[in-house]
């Protein structure tokens, strides 16, 4: 059975990469919350949380931190929100971090999480390239 993920990470599916190293992949949501919901996935084919090596959790977990801030950063957000499903809700079987840049009274309650779509490839592909230009320093 292929996963999209596996696909993404070995370069076989296109998608926005704002972060990659020999460990993960960082790329923007197809179907983001708002924009800038970048998925962080390792690059070997590992479902949950439970399953990341021990000797990878503190090097993944440093990734997540640097595109936490990168992503703030990059759409001028006054926060994020960042979220792990292990298994209930996970749509692609690989574990992956959200990492969803937040505004106040930007309309997300609890956990009803209405998508959107960027308006075209154009709007997807610049925000993809102001993340990757503000973890650049990171």
């Given at each position: 059975?292929?996963?999209l ?23 923007l ?8 919901h970048?998925?962080?996935v390792p ?9 990341l090596?021990?000797?990878d ?12 801030v ?31 840049p ?9 956990f009803?999480?209405?998508?959107i ?6 709007e ?15």
């Open positions: 059975m292929s996963c993920f596996c696909e993404i990470a070995a370069g076989r599916e296109i998608s926005d990469v704002v972060y990659q190293d020999d460990l993960a992949v960082a790329f949501d197809h179907r983001p919350l708002f924009a800038g970048v998925l962080l690059r070997a084919h590992i479902v949950t949380l439970a399953e090596p021990e000797s959790v503190g090097p993944f977990f440093r990734i997540a931190q640097r595109l936490e990168a992503v703030e950063r990059a759409m001028s957000a006054d926060g994020s929100f960042i979220a792990i499903n292990n298994i209930v809700s996970q749509s692609v079987p690989h574990l992956h971090i959200h990492i969803v937040r505004r106040r009274k930007d309309g997300l309650r609890g009803f999480w209405p998508r779509r960027y308006r075209d490839d154009a997807r592909h610049e925000t993809a390239e102001r993340i990757r230009s503000f973890l650049a320093p990171l």
